[in-house]
């Protein structure tokens, strides 16, 4: 199964600060079609999953433009410009491009 | 709107059987490809399994924990899909949710696997 490791796994901020999430597989995420199949999620406590972002870069209907993703191969980023008291919860990244699908160990975003 | 709304769920003892569902909603759900997810408690995100549009095949993927143990199937006349599982083990505490696209979830489902 291919790994997804993220970092830092704690990820303590100040309002209107930025912050960045890292996610490493263990082997590419291309695609036969060359597509890369790389997404990222947020949970609050309590909800299900969101998805954030999709296919490395594309930002889902109604999240904020403060998020951004970015990555190629085996290294992804998320990153969030200015981090709002909203932002709190759990960040995974997700891939889709290998069954079964996996997803990183998740990341606790906190304000400090 | 898109919706998945779950049932089934509950406390069942080491080597039992619960069947879950889920509603599909808003969307042409026999075209569609949908997961199962579970989380432990405390725990991240794991892929269960997947089942397949029947036009791509109809077929199911499971991940290792379970494969053997749980099956996915779909009625597409009720746009639901069910996870069946059987021989359950005290590991397979945890919330379920079914999923669309990764981009729509189900509320999630609680299962409790204990003696």
């Known amino acids: 199964d291919v790994v997804m490791t993220q970092s830092p796994l704690s990820l303590p901020v100040t309002f209107g600060q930025p912050a960045s999430i890292s996610c490493r597989s263990s082997q590419s995420l291309v695609s036969s079609d060359g597509t890369t199949y790389l997404n990222w999620f947020q949970q609050r406590p309590g909800q299900s999953p969101r998805r954030l972002i999709y296919?490395?870069?594309n930002r889902d209907s109604g999240v904020p433009d403060r998020f951004s993703g970015s990555g190629s191969g085996t290294d992804f980023t998320l990153k969030i410009s200015r981090v709002e008291a909203e932002d709190v919860g759990v960040y995974y990244c997700m891939q889709a491009t290998h069954w079964p699908y996996t997803f990183g160990q998740g990341t606790k975003l906190e304000i400090k | 709107e898109v919706q998945l709304v779950q049932s089934g769920g509950g406390l069942v003892k080491p080597g039992g059987s619960l069947r879950l569902s889920c509603a599909a909603s808003?969307?042409?759900?026999?075209?569609?490809?949908v997961n199962w997810v579970r989380q432990a408690p405390g725990k991240g995100l794991e892929c269960v399994g997947r089942?397949?549009?029947?036009?791509?095949?109809?077929?199911?993927d499971y991940a290792a924990p379970v494969k053997g143990r749980f099956t996915i199937s779909r009625d597409d006349s009720k746009n639901t899909l069910y996870l069946q599982m059987n021989s359950l083990k005290t590991e397979d505490t945890a919330v379920y949710y079914c999923?669309?696209?990764?981009?729509?979830w189900g509320q999630g489902t609680v299962v409790t696997v204990s003696s």
């Open positions: 999923t669309y696209y990764t981009l729509y």
């Open positions: 808003g969307f042409t759900f026999s075209n569609a490809w």
């Open positions: 089942i397949k549009s029947k036009t791509d095949g109809g077929t199911t």
């Open positions: 296919k490395v870069s």
